[in-house]
């Protein structure tokens, strides 16, 4: 199949949200060490039950994803058990 060359629109500007939206970071915090993944509103095509305020967490809201990075069981064990939580109630620690 041959490779396409096209290029991007220069004047196309850049959408800042898109470009941050999935930006994995590590996080240190009493319990251990997490991986954590916001979840643009675009990318929110479920419904999940945060486990912090146990409330849904409704189809094209913002979110977090969280998952141990420190885990005794394997990263795929840790990566399985991930869980979608508001960023407020991750913020507070709920």
Not at 32 to 42: E, I
Not at 74 to 79: C, I, S, T
Not at 82 to 89: I, K
């Amino acid at each position: 199949m041959p490779r396409s060359n096209r290029r991007r629109d220069e004047g196309e500007p850049l959408d800042l949200e898109r470009a941050l939206a999935g930006r994995l970071r590590t996080e240190v915090r009493r319990d251990g060490t997490w991986n954590v993944q916001p979840q643009s509103a675009a990318a929110a095509i479920k419904v999940y039950t945060c486990p912090g305020c146990a409330q849904d967490i409704a189809v094209g809201v913002a979110h977090l994803v969280a998952w141990r990075a420190d885990g005794i069981m394997g990263e795929a064990n840790d990566l399985a058990a991930r869980r979608h939580w508001h960023s407020a109630c991750w913020r507070i620690g709920a």
